[in-house]
T-cell receptor, first 109, second 117 residues
Framework: AQRVTQPEKLLSVFKGAPVELKCNYS??????LFWYVQYSRQRLQLLLR??SRESIKGFTADLNKGETSFHLKKPFAQEEDSAMYYC???????????FGSGTRLQVQP | GAVVSQHPSWVICKSGTSVKIECRSL??????MFWYRQFPKQSLMLMAT?????????EQGVEKDKFLINHASLTLSTLTVTSAHPEDSSFYIC?????????????FGPGTRLTVL
């Protein structure tokens, strides 16, 4: 069975500092990986997905199949980045998502 | 962008009663919708996949007779919690990938908080 692990429940950084939210997964195959974000009092929304290789709001995530990781990074954190971040996995051909436990990012001024 | 709504946003009910939660895709069609459950300070756990025109697919450990799912149309799925008990109190979230468009693009509803007294 697939599993997504986010080891940090809370990550607190100062504005302008680099950010890395860790995500490791277990799946015997090539899943699709996603990062979802939930801002305060808002619904869950897609931040980025590994197949797009895109940068959204300055965030990037590289899929490392050898380490089975999909860490989310941003070189300079902004206060508006404060939110709950979830890493998620979908097996090939399936749309249902398996979520990690989430990491709360706090960016302090 | 695509919007998914849920109704009600919160509900309080007595133990033993049934509660229906609606999930609607407002501006797109979705042959499949997903129902998740989130306990406080925990992650979203997939409960079931709702399929328009056919039976829902339940994840292991989810009682299909307790959590009835009906996907009545291409824009509406309902989750009915039957004979609710306090342990069913949770945050229920639905999501819907558009029938057309990016295969793994999903839109989430705002969630429904259920409290069973």
């Amino acid at each position: 069975a697939q599993r997504v692990t986010q080891p940090e429940k809370l990550l607190s950084v100062f504005k302008g500092a680099p950010v890395e939210l860790k995500c490791n997964y277990s799946y015997s195959g090539s899943p699709e990986l996603f990062w979802y974000v939930q801002y305060s009092r808002q619904r869950l929304q897609l931040l980025l997905r590994h197949i797009s290789r895109e940068s959204i709001k300055g965030f990037t995530a590289d899929l490392n199949k050898g380490e089975t990781s999909f860490h989310l990074k941003k070189p300079f954190a902004q206060e508006e980045d404060s939110a709950m971040y979830y890493c998620a996995l979908a097996p090939p051909g399936r749309r249902a998502l398996t979520f990690g436990s989430g990491t709360r990012l706090q960016v302090q001024p | 962008g695509a919007v998914v709504s849920q109704h009600p946003s919160w509900v309080i009910c007595k133990s033993g009663t049934s509660v229906k939660i609606e999930c609607r895709s407002l501006d797109f069609q979705a042959t499949t919708m997903f129902w998740y459950r989130q306990f406080p300070k925990q992650s979203l756990m997939l409960m079931a996949t709702s399929n328009e025109g056919s039976k829902a697919t339940y994840e292991q450990g989810v009682e299909k007779d307790k959590f009835l799912i009906n996907h009545a149309s291409l824009t509406l799925s309902t989750l009915t919690v039957t004979s609710a008990h306090p342990e069913d109190s949770s945050f229920y979230i639905c999501s819907a990938p558009p029938t057309s468009g990016s295969y793994n693009e999903q839109f989430f509803g705002p969630g429904t908080r259920l409290t069973v007294l």
